[in-house]
Structures are given as structure tokens and as C-alpha cells.
């Protein structure tokens, strides 16, 4: 064409790194059209064709097929959306490599001491150990707990919110002291700070240092109204009578001694005072990890069953040996799901296997969702709160 900018098919393969055959490829699939086609059927690229096949090269180079990349566009939420799913599969695969080398080096130990590997032993250690360790890296920073947020807030049917609604029967007054113990991103502050007394003292606990520095950086919570510091739920540091709430959102069943934590809270709470403990019974979003089953039966989206830690059906007796008033709230919701992207979000952004399973089957399980998903996914909820006092 002799214009700056402008290439033949054949210069504009020689300039991105591809065949010509490639480029036709692409154009028949809808991929990348020529900017302009002659009379005779050349076709001819520009700079701005240069950076979307420069992107789809990128994109492919990250590990998503073709139809991904087709499907997402650079103007669209759904382009961050899968990004942060391929970073999260990326850094599953780094952990699920240095699990196995971990782990073959443990074998190579017991070959050389006794000749022999108990392999069922080690299957059963593989599995323990990747659980617990993505359990510890979902809590690094509040990323994966305020993607599992954003589906509720998305998709919720109960038009007043979870945390809108705890904060309702907290029964907050001017003058108190809160403490809330695991606060994660602090959504629940974020959500009721026009509730919130002027004359009112919240202490924002969790044990990720992570977390606390990103609420560090946060202008809300540079309010006075509000103090930062690490504890941890194991070992809850809280001075005698110092509290007239705490607040355990979702939190109690992570505590590898609950009675230890529990005596802990009443020793911090002031005489009246009350502990109130959000959690789940065996219906809540049971939806989603069936599907996932149905994807691969081995995927498990927690590493346990944790309402059978502590949850709606043996809360109070748990809470009954620490308090004289037990009673369970339950929020009246469900959700009904419209974006694949989100609920696939949601999926890899929990704190189970699943990502070990999805890695390297990215693309069936995009498909899966989105056959899944149709028109719309229903999803049970079981959630409430233990509103316990002395």
C-alpha cells in the first residue's frame, strides 16, 4: 500500500511472529478480520490490528484457548474477571509443584531408610497437606474473601444484606465496645458506617497481617472510631470485661480448640455482654459443590465440612457451655446466579482442591459452567447467627 501503518498479510505475519497461515485462521474463525480487503482479495493490517493479535498471543501464552479469548473482549469486566481466574490457577499449579516436590522428597527419605513406600500413606498426605496449605494462602490478603462477597452482594434475593442484617441485631449503642474477631476486609463496618454512633470504640482483629495492612490503607478505617491489631483466633488476646459485643462473622469454626476461644471471649466480654457468631448449616450453597462434584468428583470446594465444626445444628450446645442465653437468628435468603464469569470466580476463589482439578481442564470447565449456569442458577442459603449473653 506504501502507507506508514499499513501491511500486506505477509509483512504483518513477518512483523507478529506468525504464518500467513495463521493469520487466515484467525480472520475465517472471527478472530482477527484485516482491517481492509482489496478489490483482487488482498488483505491488509494496521497498528491497531497489531495490538489485538498482540493480545491474543498474549492471552494464549497465559493459557486460555481461543474461544476464551474470543469471548473476551478488553473493554469488558469479564477480561479482569478472567485474569485474576487464570493468576489463581497459575499460583495453584506453582503450590501444587512444590506439594509434589515436597512430598517426593519425603518418599526419596523413606525409600533410602526402609526400601519401601507406604504409597496409600502418602496419597492421604498429598491430599491433607495441599488442603491445609490453600486453606492458610486463601487468608493472605482479602482478595478471595471479597470475591465470595461480591456474589452475595450480586445475586442476593433478600433485598436487605447479610451484614445490614447482622448489624441489625447486634443491638450497637452509643457509647460501646466492639471487638470482632477474623474482620477480614471489614465489610461488615464498610456496609454500616452511617449506622454506626459517633461515640462508639471498634477493635478490627484478625490473624493475617496481610489483611490488617491492606484495613491500614483503607480512609474508613482511619476513622478514630476504629483501632487495628492482629490476634489470633486460637489464643484470643482481649482484656478482662473490656467488651460489650464481639462479633465472630463466619470465623468460630476455623479455631483449632473452640472451647479454648470461647472461654477466651467471655473472659473479654463486660458482665451482659454477648458474643455474636455467624455460621451455616448443611444446605447452605450446597448447590454449587454439587455441580463441582458433578465435574469432578474429587473436588472439594473447603477443606472440611466446617458447619459440622460449628454450625447451625450444634452451635448452641457448643455455645451452651459458655453462656446462660443461646439463640439462633437465621437470614430468610437464597441467590440466583445470571453470570457465569461470577459463580466461576466464585468457584476458583474458594479455599478447597478445586483449583488442582481445574488447572489443567480450564476449558471444560468454563464449558460446564456455562451449561450449567443457562439462563439462571439457583442456590439454597443456610446461614444465620448465634446471638449468645451472660
Request: with cysteine.
Amino acid at each position: 500500500m506504501g502507507k506508514d501503518g499499513v501491511y500486506s498479510s505477509g509483512e504483518f505475519a513477518k512483523k507478529a511472529h506468525v504464518t500467513k497461515k495463521t493469520l487466515r485462521y484467525y480472520n475465517d474463525h472471527g478472530f482477527l478480520k484485516p482491517s481492509f480487503v482489496s478489490e483482487s482479495g488482498a488483505r491488509f493490517y494496521t497498528d491497531r490490528d497489531f495490538e489485538k493479535i498482540q493480545r491474543i498471543l498474549f492471552l494464549k501464552y497465559l493459557g486460555f484457548s481461543l474461544e476464551d479469548i474470543k469471548s473476551t473482549e478488553p473493554e469488558k469486566d469479564s477480561l479482569m474477571t478472567s485474569l485474576k481466574q487464570q493468576h489463581n490457577l497459575l499460583t495453584e499449579k506453582i503450590n501444587q509443584m512444590n506439594l509434589v516436590r515436597e512430598i517426593l522428597e519425603k518418599t526419596m527419605e523413606e525409600v533410602k531408610q526402609s526400601g519401601e513406600a507406604d504409597w496409600s500413606l502418602l496419597l492421604k498426605r498429598v491430599s491433607e497437606t495441599g488442603l491445609k496449605k490453600s486453606l492458610l494462602e486463601q487468608y493472605v490478603d482479602t482478595s478471595n474473601i471479597s470475591v465470595r462477597i461480591r456474589l452475595h452482594r450480586l445475586y442476593s434475593r433478600n433485598t436487605e444484606r447479610w451484614f445490614e442484617w447482622i448489624y441489625g441485631k447486634c443491638g450497637i449503642k452509643s457509647g460501646m465496645t466492639i471487638l470482632e474477631a477474623g474482620c477480614g476486609s471489614g465489610e461488615f463496618w464498610l456496609e454500616n458506617l452511617e449506622r454506626l454512633p459517633k461515640r462508639v470504640k471498634i477493635i478490627l482483629t484478625d490473624n493475617s497481617e496481610g489483611v490488617l495492612d491492606e484495613l491500614r490503607t483503607r480512609p474508613e478505617f482511619q476513622d478514630s472510631r476504629f483501632s487495628i491489631r492482629r490476634m489470633d483466633i486460637d489464643d484470643p488476646d482481649i482484656k478482662r470485661n473490656s467488651a460489650d459485643i464481639i462479633i465472630a462473622n463466619h470465623v468460630l469454626f476455623y479455631a483449632s480448640d473452640i472451647p479454648k476461644t470461647l472461654e477466651g471471649f467471655k473472659v473479654g466480654l463486660k458482665p451482659g455482654g454477648k458474643l455474636v457468631a455467624s455460621t451455616y448449616g448443611p444446605k447452605h450453597m450446597h448447590e454449587i459443590s454439587d455441580m463441582m462434584k458433578r465435574f469432578d468428583d474429587r473436588i472439594m470446594l473447603a477443606a472440611k465440612d466446617l458447619y459440622e465444626i460449628f454450625g447451625k445444628t450444634n452451635g448452641e450446645g457448643i455455645l451452651r457451655g459458655f453462656f446462660d442465653s443461646v439463640k439462633w437468628e437465621e437470614y430468610d435468603d437464597s441467590l440466583y446466579v445470571t453470570d457465569e464469569n461470577d459463580l466461576a470466580e466464585y468457584i476458583t476463589s474458594c479455599h478447597g482442591n478445586q483449583n488442582r482439578y481445574i488447572v489443567d481442564n480450564y476449558k471444560e470447565f468454563r464449558n460446564f459452567i456455562h451449561n450449567e449456569v443457562g439462563k439462571g442458577f439457583h442456590v439454597t442459603k443456610e446461614a444465620g447467627i448465634f446471638i449468645s449473653n451472660f
